[in-house]
């Protein structure tokens, strides 16, 4: 009797298996404790030709993977109204191979028809959200966070996953709200107590009327650490798009930071990007401006975005992009920066810069 039940779980377990393995690419899922288990993820690479513009070999050409991931993630049922869900995301280097484990959003919680969503764990902050979704060339070359964000001297900085955070979320008729706190943002240390004194609160809201979505994030770190600094930081963005026509969308985005003791940090961008879309293909170009911090003179920066994508079918596209910083005398903003694999680091005062070309498929 032992021996039939116990071929009966591993039949089921191998049957499980085979049908993850075997299942259409395009969100397979096999059934767990009543529920699905979803497997997604995302294979994304470019080729890169890249210059620096620093004294030297300053010009490269180079293979890069793009936030391409796996992740799995499930779903519960406790009652109608209440449900346990988690995810766990991983991102993987196709160009180079290896990589740690559970390196993007990873975390466990519960929904309710009533309350809500609360997520614990590791996840993006609402104020990075803002920018992400603002962003018509995220993870290329033409990537906003080369800017948005960023030092002027230790590159993308202010968007970032929070380790060890409560995650609340919810929509109300066309209103989104995001609220998180971490109890230790950037310690992954669990050999020890979290330090409070090194804290997040991040809170985000989208409001959409009709064409129109505008969103407003705020954040506040404690000793906030880039490089070698650290400072108690806080930073505000306002971003809207508005969907001009069926195919054509505008945006804007404004971003100011202070930063105690990071001089290079405390600064303010204003954004504007738009893009069209005609058949298969899609266009898109954004412009970045960092002004001076108050510190040093000189210290401003701008970013020029452009890119097509063509859409092969619902889960492949190809696509070209360009990306390039013009720094000031005293600015040191990367030629690449934000989701892209490969950065383009630069010396002071100079103008990196990217042409890639990639494709992207979704499952």
């Known amino acids: 009797m032992k021996n039939a039940r116990l071929a009966k779980t591993l039949g089921a377990a191998f049957a499980a298996g085979a049908a993850l393995a075997l299942s259409p690419l395009a ?39 793009n936030e391409t991931q796996l992740g799995l993630k499930g779903q519960h049922d406790i009652n109608p109204d209440l449900s346990l869900v988690w995810q766990l995301e991983q991102e993987y280097r196709t160009d180079e191979g290896g990589g740690e484990f559970a390196t993007r959003n990873t975390f466990a919680g519960f929904h309710g028809s009533r309350f809500g969503t609360v997520l614990l764990g590791y996840h993006d902050t609402p104020y990075k959200t803002v920018g992400t979704r603002w962003d018509l060339l995220g993870t290329t070359v033409g990537d906003s966070r080369a800017i948005l964000g960023a030092s002027a001297a ?11 955070a409560l995650l609340y979320m919810n929509n109300f008729q066309g209103l989104e709200v995001q609220a998180m ?81 990071i001089p290079t940090l405390d600064r ?5 990007n738009g893009s069209y879309h005609a058949g298969t293909y899609t266009y898109a170009a954004q412009v970045l401006i960092a002004d001076s911090n108050d510190d040093q003179g000189d210290s401003g920066a701008f970013r020029l975005g452009l890119g097509v994508t063509r859409q092969l079918d619902a889960q492949t596209r190809i696509y070209a992009a360009f990306g390039m910083t013009d720094n000031e005398t005293n600015a040191q903003y990367r030629g690449v920066d934000g ?13 990196p810069s990217a042409f890639s070309a990639g494709f992207s498929f979704t499952f």
């Not at 404790?33 to 620093?54: C, F, K």
């Not at 989701?339 to 103008?351: A, E, L, N, S």
Request: charged content about 20%; cysteine-free.
């Open 181 to 261: 706190y971490a109890t230790d943002a950037q310690d992954n240390d669990s050999n020890n107590v979290d330090d409070n004194d090194n804290d997040l609160f991040s809170a985000a809201a989208w409001y959409t009327l009709g064409l129109l979505n505008v969103s407003l994030a705020y954040e506040d770190w404690s000793n906030l650490q880039t490089g070698a600094d650290n400072s108690d930081v806080n930073g505000i963005r306002i971003a809207a798009s508005h969907q001009v026509t069926h195919a054509g969308r505008l945006g804007l985005i404004f971003e100011t930071i202070s930063a105690d003791d």
């Open 339 to 351: 989701g892209h694999g490969d950065k383009v680091p630069t010396t002071p005062g100079d103008t």
């Open 27 to 65: 969100h397979a899922s096999v059934p767990l404790a009543g529920n699905a288990l979803e497997a997604y993820g995302t294979i994304d690479l470019s080729l890169d030709l890249s210059d620096t513009d620093s004294p030297g070999d300053s010009s490269n050409l180079g293979l890069s993977s």
């Open 268 to 272: 303010n961008v204003f954004g504007v």
């Open 154 to 164: 230790d590159g993308d900085v202010m968007n970032q996953r929070a380790r060890n």
